[in-house]
């Protein structure tokens, strides 16, 4: 004789069928839809630009205390019978030096636009700009020197040639780099994305614009 279990009444039978496996982890997600890697924030040219432009204000940083150290030490800035720095011709050029990072930033514009001859005309635009406060600050020693500025007019003359030209020696660079950078985009580089180089340059160029105010005011005004 056959035993039946009786099942209690009101509650349903289960119901027979294919077992449905638990879903994978991470929410359910198959292994396709897996969030790539994530892009850093800075690519490795601007970062080394980074650590680059830091360890140039730390320079500057230096020769700008010691050129304060000896001015608010002396008795009379400047002394007697020692020529007047130009103010106002180095303020004008001053101004051409900033029009030069507006011109940097125009040719950053036209290179999100994927316009390259407009990108090439800013760049000439702005190495064109940098040549001329280059050609002003040299006409303008030429005179200083002639009045009898030199570098051995005591800590006058060599704390202003030393910090002046150690600027005018990184726009020099600045310019070589520029030139560089102005070449390669007359031939279609940087429009596939890969303007690493432009990037950095454009960021170099900004910093030696952004120092000159500084040394302006500290050297020619303070």
Known sequence: MTSTILEPPGVPRPVRGPRIPPPPDGGGDGGDREPGPRRPVLDNVRLAMIFLISGEVMFFGGLISAFLVLRLSAAVWPPPLQPRLP???????????????????????????????????????????????????????????????TLASGAYGSTFYTLIGAHAIHVLGALVWLAAVVALAARGRFLDGRAGPFRACAMYWHFVVALWPVLYVAVYLA
């Open 87 to 149: 103010v106002a011709v180095t303020g004008l050029n001053t101004l051409v030096l900033l029009a030069s990072s507006a011109t940097m930033l125009a040719a950053g514009r036209a290179l999100r636009r994927r316009d390259g001859a407009a990108m090439v005309r800013r760049l000439l635009a702005t190495a064109g700009l940098g040549a001329l406060f280059v050609l002003v600050q040299g006409y303008e020693w030429t005179r200083l020197i002639g009045f009898g500025l």
